[in-house]
């Protein structure tokens, strides 16, 4: 049983910084791939990054160089930073995992696993 958990939502100002956590139990992720993805009303779910392998890397153009991803293989998490958020970043955050290395931009239907989603909610 694979369970994926997001932490570090709230409520920010515009410009402000939150930091989400994703942990996950069940498995391990280490070498393969995690993702955060996100859904505000009335919009479909969009791809934000993804994390796989030990380097790769990859974000949506919308918030390259605002946000990173990361993770520390030991506790099985993976964060995502936020900078410089704006209003439009508003929408539940959801982490994803897959236990596939995938080296090309990925969609919601390259992950088999789910949390919750977490709130993010950036103020004018």
């Known amino acids: 049983q694979v369970q994926l958990v997001e932490s570090g939502g709230g409520l920010v100002q515009a410009g402000g910084s939150l930091r989400l956590s994703c942990v996950a139990s069940?498995?391990?992720?280490?070498?393969?791939?995690m993702g955060w993805f996100r859904q505000a009303p009335g919009k479909e779910r969009e791809f934000v990054a993804s994390i796989s392998g030990r380097t790769y890397n990859y974000y949506a153009n919308s918030v390259k160089d605002r946000f990173t991803i990361s993770r520390d293989t030991a506790k099985n998490t993976v964060y995502l930073q936020m900078n410089s958020l704006k209003p439009e970043d508003t929408a539940v955050y959801y982490c994803?995992?897959?236990?596939?290395?995938?080296?090309?931009?990925?969609?919601?239907?390259?992950?088999?696993?789910w949390g919750q989603g977490t709130q993010v909610t950036v103020s004018t």
């Open positions: 994803a995992g897959k236990a596939v290395v995938i080296f090309t931009a990925p969609s919601s239907k390259d992950f088999d696993y």
């Open positions: 069940g498995r391990t992720f280490s070498t393969y791939t």
